[in-house]
């Protein structure tokens, strides 16, 4: 049989292999088994029900499901009916539904959506982001769709496999379109990387949502491709009990398991010894850490706490990659650990060049190209850097986007003669890439991008603030635990300094209830402190250097200790020029 | 079995202190989101702790903004 070309040619090839599949688990932890050939039957009666909806070969099909099987119902339904599926994630719980509506809106009408299908829970929190965005084929469960015959659709390799979105934002969502041949090209070099063993079948353990990169593409496609096993958890299971990600692991000897860096702190903060009772982690060979920056200080403590239960500090995996390129860019060697260096900070921030340095800032390699990829530094001007210069990170290779759907002049930005600007900012350092930040104005919290845009505008909001003149980036800063969410912004001329504190504290909360997103700090600045391009847009990437470099300053709080020591001074003065008086 | 709402809200509170760590005193007027200051990963565990709690499911609950709805929300729950 030809190798398949297609994820629909990869289902069918899965079918025969009633041994392998997907494993789910309930939010009660019981395990509930969907071997790939009951997938595939399923979804060949799902895309009969698709075409017959009225869903043409290329339409957009969008998916709203929590994890289980009536997301592969309906994901691997359209794309055997030929259809391009847009996973997109569901309504959050409790309050906040206003937010979700905008956004899922902005998403819908970006990839033109023809269909929304949705889980029959979650459907009566959809009816105002379908009202806004007016599918033309509306807002149904599967169920609803009607019968029709099974249907298998013949799919070109070039035609486009899945859409997904690089942050989901209100403003310019951009959805990334992956082709077929991207997609498959991207499974396979991952695959590559754990080939069949003589000692055993890899086989994977995933909390990640299904609307996630890192989940779908890096978990389940795999699993399809091999084809192999893999078990799923409801990253709302994980997010309340992390203990079950690791019992999972151990109870069916996974050897494979990513996830970002947040995931690793939060089960050192919140897991408690007798929820691990018989666990053992030995079988854990490749602990993926990618979609944020890797904090080396989450990976020693996860390493030190897990350890008694057989967790090998070999097999933390930081990896990096970006929606932009499917999934995986660049992965570290496998079975060698976590490799962090240090380097000079002020030759860093200063000259942009990386040196050694012992008492540097620890930066952590995120490894080498994958096979078929390459890497490239350039200076802003477009220029290739030697080893050691920071500059923009440029990435050719196999599983490329095609472009930005829609968006003919966000995709020429993108992608310059099959290069792939990443927006983030590194250096290679014995071949291995180190990132130090970004370009690219996104905010990366707990393994997803945000658009500063929106925590923005809700700061604008705030009475007290100038509108217009909020900065939102978050970075790593040395030492933390993970990425930080920084708000720099400027109080109305009338304010007085005094008020500072307070409007610090309500741009805070207003952040917070918007968005969702907690920021760590907050600085209030006098009017005119942030800095500006020419044509009056502000720089969030220069306001974060200027800010870190410790020359964005809010003017001196008026505290009362710092006011002793301002009316002491004024003795002091008043007594010095007494005296000079008196001499004169 | 039904519960009072003092019940069902003093068993709020305590999911709320347990395990988002909230501090505050819990009233039915104040609303989830602006008010007790959550972020989303803290409203999510809120939302299944106290699922758990109550042994009741609240996915389908689309207009629950303040604690109060919570608590009717949640009666409603274990009536059904």
Redesign the interface.
Known sequence: MAEPRTLGALLARAAGFPDTGLRLLDRFEREHWLPWPAIHERARAAAGRIRGAGVAAGERVALVYPTGEGFFDAFFGSLLAGAVPVPLYPPVRLGRLAEYSARTAAMLEAVGTRLVLADPGVRRLLGEAVERARPALGCRTLDELGDGASFEAAVDERALALIQFSSGTTVEPKPVALSQRAVLAQTRILNGLWPPRADGVDSGVSWLPLYHDMGLIGCVLPALERPGTLTLIPPELFVTRPAVWLRTISRHRATLSPAPNFAYSLCVDKIRDEELAGVDLSCWRVALNGAEPVAPRVLRAFCARFARWGFRAEALTPVYGLSEATLAVTFSELGRGFASRRFDRERLAAAAEAREHPDGIELVSVGRPLPGFSLEIRDPEGRALSAGRVGRVQVRGPSLMDGYLGRPEATAEALRDGWLDTGDLGFLHGGELFLTGRAKDVLILRGRCHAPSEVEHAVDAVDGVRTGCTVAVSHLPEGAAGEELLLLLEARRELAAADYPALGAAAARAVRSATGLAPDRVAVLAPGSLPRTSSGKLRRQEALRRWLAGELRPPAPVTPIRLAGAVARSALAMARSRRARGRG | MSRSEAEVLAGIAEVART?VGFQGYLSPEL????DL?????K???????VE?HFRVC???E?A??TVGD?VAAIRAGLDG
């Open positions: 395990h609303r989830l989101v602006e200051e959550l972020d989303s990963l409203m999510l565990t809120l939302a299944l702790e758990n609240l996915d389908q689309a629950i903004e919570l």
